[in-house]
């Protein structure tokens, strides 16, 4: 078995940092040889599970998880570019009040298709942003569904909850409680 090739030379030093793999001067590798050097070490030591790959608990399911195309990495720069422009001009429909008079958009139906290209495509920011506020939309009948991959998603998670605990909290006790002055 073998690593797939849409995992980048960054990505495949991420799984060796967050695994904890002992593989010196990863960093100095190449990408073909650290590819083999993790298929290596993955075939005599054993890992531990990491809450940034939630579907990841063992050797086999990284192995499986490696050998499959990276996930939402379809899109080469330009076409990541196109994307983030529908999304912003859904973002401009749906800030211009809903209203297609106020956009290049004909009809109902060209912004739907555009949202269903940028919702492929929600380990973005912008095209989050622009489903989220399309969803909104009470003339579109069915919902756009995003399409995360999962380590965004606990990205997304761990910062929500991040966000909560800095948030000012008020909290009421009762009972009996003695102050002493002094």
């Not at 960093?27 to 890992?47: A, D, G, P, V």
């Not at 399911?61 to 422009?85: A, G």
């Not at 269903?116 to 003339?139: W, Y």
Request: aromatic content about 10%; proline content about 3%; overall charge neutral.
């Amino acid at each position: 078995m073998s690593i797939d090739k849409t995992f980048t030379k960054k990505d495949l030093c991420e799984f060796i940092f967050l695994y904890e793999m002992d593989i010196e001067d990863y960093s100095e590798m190449n990408k073909s040889t650290l590819q083999i050097e993790i298929l290596s070490y993955l075939k005599y030591n054993k890992i531990t599970f990491v809450s940034d790959f939630p579907t990841i608990h063992n050797n086999e399911d990284l192995i499986n998880y490696m050998s499959k195309p990276k996930p939402n990495n379809d899109l080469n720069y330009k076409q990541r570019q196109e994307v983030i422009q529908k999304a912003k001009k859904i973002i401009a429909y749906a800030r211009g009040g809903y209203s297609i008079a106020l956009t290049e958009y004909v009809s109902l139906d060209e912004i739907y298709d555009d949202g269903l290209i940028v919702a492929d495509q929600c380990d973005i920011p912008t095209c989050r942003r622009a489903i989220t506020e399309l969803n909104l939309d009470s003339k579109i009948r069915n919902k756009i569904d995003m399409k995360i991959s999962s380590k965004v998603q606990k990205q997304l998670e761990n910062k929500n909850k991040n966000k909560q605990e800095l948030m000012p909290s008020l909290s009421i006790k009762k009972g009996d409680f003695q102050v002493v002055f002094e």
